[in-house]
């Protein structure tokens, strides 16, 4: 780990709060190919920390190893630990499924269910166990999408296919679909890559919002985004954490030499 690492996030060191992520020592295989070399960051609640760097860099793996989709692929193994509120996600007897309502994924490309805008919203809590009533869930689905900006915009056509919705409306509704499950972080693996700037702000508006609810962790190329949305940015380059800082300090005085190359343009 860096000295730049390592002195970066006064806050949550310790990795309390609800909603707290820590890695420590944390490295990845995919097969033989290693693609995270002992990563140590602590990820502070209720906050926006963007995951930078160049393709291929590590990024969008650690990004799913919070939850652990990583584990769906054959032949992935892990080292060390990567702890949500002090619990680690990796620890035998782990209900994966559990830990994915509480941390919820949002992808670059839109994957709403082939159903109707309600029942999209609706999908987790129904499958959860708790059997909430239709009119708990008319309320949980009501609650995500106005928590997600949609709700004005599809309240009189929530019986109609969600693929009928725009890219940007899509998007936001896979939001609201994670936001339904009442999640302690919020993963975003380059949400806005593939939507028009009015939508693109919009996805960046709600991740405003909704930072004083959840922890927010967001993969993304776009510097200019990251220094937007981000109160912490982290720089990882073939498969190392080279640098963590709050946003406005890593982009204005990096402390390592490659940050400052990758952030100015210079390579990636």
């Not at 892990?78 to 309502?101: I, P």
Request: aromatic fraction near 8%; hydrophobic fraction near 40%.
């Amino acid at each position: 780990m860096s000295v730049a690492a390592a002195q970066a996030l006064p806050r949550a060191e310790s990795g309390t709060g609800a909603g707290s992520v820590v890695a420590e020592r944390f490295s990845f295989w995919y097969g033989p190919k290693q693609a995270l070399h002992d990563i140590d960051l602590t990820i502070p609640p209720r906050a926006v920390t963007a995951l930078i760097g160049p393709s291929g860099c590590g990024k969008s793996t650690f990004l799913r190893s919070i939850n652990r989709m990583n584990a769906l692929i054959p032949g992935a193994r892990h080292a060390g630990s990567v702890r949500l509120d002090g619990e680690d996600v990796y620890a035998r007897g782990m209900d994966v499924v559990a830990l994915r309502q509480r941390v919820g994924m949002v992808f670059q490309r839109w994957n709403p269910f082939p159903k109707s805008i309600y029942d999209n919203v609706a999908y987790g809590p129904r499958i959860s166990g708790a059997a909430p009533t239709r009119a708990d869930l008319d309320v949980i689905v009501e609650s995500s999408l106005r928590r997600s900006a949609l709700w004005d915009e599809v309240k009189d056509r929530l019986r109609q296919s969600a693929t009928a919705l725009s890219g940007g409306q899509q998007q936001r509704l896979c939001i609201a679909r994670a936001l339904a499950n009442e999640p302690e972080v919020l993963l975003l693996d380059e949400p806005a890559s593939a939507l028009d700037p009015i939508s693109t702000q919009r996805i960046e508006e709600l991740l405003y919002e909704l930072k004083g609810e959840l922890t927010i962790v967001i993969v993304t190329h776009n510097m200019q985004q990251a220094a937007r949305v981000s109160d912490y940015t982290a720089f990882f380059y073939l498969g190392h954490l080279v640098e963590v800082d709050a946003t406005a300090r890593l982009f204005t005085s990096p402390r390592e030499e490659r940050t400052e190359a990758y952030i100015t343009g210079r390579f990636g």
